[in-house]
């Protein structure tokens, strides 16, 4: 699994790409939650470059899901997979978690929670 970074303003762009399951998801949970403990609050998530993703995979994201509440934070997945989407519905977890078509769409309904504080766009990074 890649994860590709790209801050902008208080968004936090995070880009999925290839396998969520037992063999990395427990790195993927430990990396998220870094973000949000070094302040990371409105996590923006691209879900389709996602090729596979099990119970495991479901699991972190619903960790990640819980901390980022915990500290008034927001997470938004948008443009699922059909495997994204596959697993989503079956799990329920498309009904516990914002879901949205387009980027563009996750960043409104993102905003339109009030957490947004600056319109303001800075330079994207992207790493892995």
Not at 68 to 97: C, E, P, W, Y
Request: hydrophobic share 40%.
């Amino acid at each position: 699994m890649d994860v590709i970074k790209e801050k902008r303003t208080d968004l936090l762009f995070l880009d999925l790409r290839g396998r969520l399951d037992d063999s990395n998801a427990q790195t993927l949970e430990e990396s998220l939650m870094r973000l949000i403990d070094d302040g990371a609050r409105q996590l923006i998530v691209d879900c389709s470059q996602v090729e596979y993703i099990n119970n495991a995979g479901i699991r972190t994201l619903l960790n990640v899901g819980r901390r980022i509440v915990t500290f008034n934070g927001r997470i938004a997945f948008h443009s699922l997979s059909q495997a994204a989407k596959d697993i989503f519905d079956k799990t329920g977890f498309a009904m516990a978690t914002r879901i949205y078509e387009t980027r563009e769409e996750a960043i409104a309904g993102v905003a339109a929670s009030g957490f947004l504080s600056s319109t303001r766009t800075e330079r994207g990074t992207r790493d892995k």
